[in-house]
């Protein structure tokens, strides 16, 4: 069984930051791309960022450059580093990822986090 457990969100002020944390748990063969998007209340899931398992990456051009995604393949995290934070940033955020599971090392698998609440308030 392949988990992605996020872990970091919260209520802050704006003009702070927060750093999200994803993790990877399981039988895991290996991991491939890892992203994070986002759902406000009323809104459809948007995508942020996404970075190869080489540390490619590419972002939302909504961003203009406040979030930063990496990742620790040993540890099969990735983590997004949110500054500048505005109450439009408030969302739920979900990490995603191509694993291959060990169970079925023959392809990849698309997997969403739980999601992690983020409030800014002005």
């Known amino acids: 069984q392949v988990q992605l457990v996020e872990s970091g969100g919260g209520l802050v002020q704006a003009g702070e930051s927060l750093r999200l944390s994803c993790a990877a748990s399981g039988s895991i063969f290996s991991v491939n791309n890892m992203a994070w998007y986002r759902q406000a209340p009323g809104k459809q899931r948007e995508f942020l960022a996404r970075?190869?398992?080489?540390?490619?990456?590419n972002y939302a051009d909504l961003l203009k450059g406040r979030f930063t995604i990496s990742r620790d393949n040993a540890k099969n995290t990735v983590y997004l580093q949110m500054n500048s934070l505005n109450p439009e940033d408030t969302a739920v955020y979900y990490c995603n990822a191509d694993i291959r599971p060990r169970t079925l090392p023959t392809r990849y698998n698309n997997y969403w986090g739980q999601g992690t609440q983020v409030t800014v308030s002005s």
């Open positions: 970075i190869t398992s080489a540390g490619n990456t």
